[in-house]
């Protein structure tokens, strides 16, 4: 990996980027603790990645304390170099490990998007699942939110992009897409856990 680098940088530095490049087409609403970026040979961003606390209470599933447990909330890259993302995923982990006290790491495999986790299966994540189906909001650009999202709230008061898809709903635009499970990956950096891996799951054709 000699001609790319690895860096700790700003979620303004890789915003346009993550928007561009990554499925959902948005970083709204993500509670961010660490982003990090992929810099080639030219001095281009050609990864990202974001990690940061859970929008819900599931963290109550796997740890204690909420400061505990991150979320790789996003992870996209533009350079098809193969091992690129696995080598670029468990250099940000073990960053992680040495500059935080967080225990553990999770990530979700979507594969509405296609996505069954090949890259955590590359760098020893644990398997131990899948969540529940649920519904996705899509917007006449194509981006993508949690039905969740149109509730987001800060001090009692609508955040401008919930109060936006709040429009959006009102007037019809907004598309609701039945998506299935996510496949749900835990990576251990401190202390001792008593997860059930299970079999990773596999598809024909990988893409994540």
């Avoid at 974001?50 to 447990?69: F, H, M, N, P």
């Avoid at 979700?108 to 519904?135: C, F, M, R, S």
Wanted: hydrophobic share 35%.
């Amino acid at each position: 990996m000699k001609d790319y680098t690895f860096e700790v940088c700003k979620l303004t530095e890789i915003k346009q980027y993550v928007e561009c490049n990554h499925y959902s087409k948005s970083v709204n609403g993500l509670k961010v603790s660490f982003c990090f970026r992929i810099i080639n040979s030219t001095g281009h961003i050609v990864g990202a990645a974001i990690y940061g606390q859970q929008s819900t209470t599931a963290w109550k599933k796997y740890v204690e304390k909420e400061c505990d447990l991150l979320e790789l909330r996003r992870l996209c890259t533009t350079d098809k170099m193969r091992n690129l993302l696995s080598c670029f995923v468990g250099w940000c982990n073990n960053y992680i490990k040495k500059n935080s006290d967080i225990k553990l790491l999770l990530s979700y495999a979507d594969p509405y998007n296609g996505h069954i986790g090949y890259i955590y299966q590359a760098t020893n994540w644990l398997y131990v699942g899948e969540t529940q189906k649920d519904i996705v909001l899509k917007t006449p650009e194509g981006k993508i939110y949690h039905s969740r999202a149109m509730r987001t709230k800060y001090n009692g008061i609508l955040k401008p992009f919930a109060a936006r898809l709040k429009e959006m709903d009102e007037n019809g635009v907004l598309e609701r897409i039945d998506i299935p499970g996510k496949h749900t990956y835990l990576f251990v950096l401190k202390g001792k856990f008593n997860f059930i891996s299970k079999p990773y799951p596999k598809i024909t054709k990988e893409i994540k």
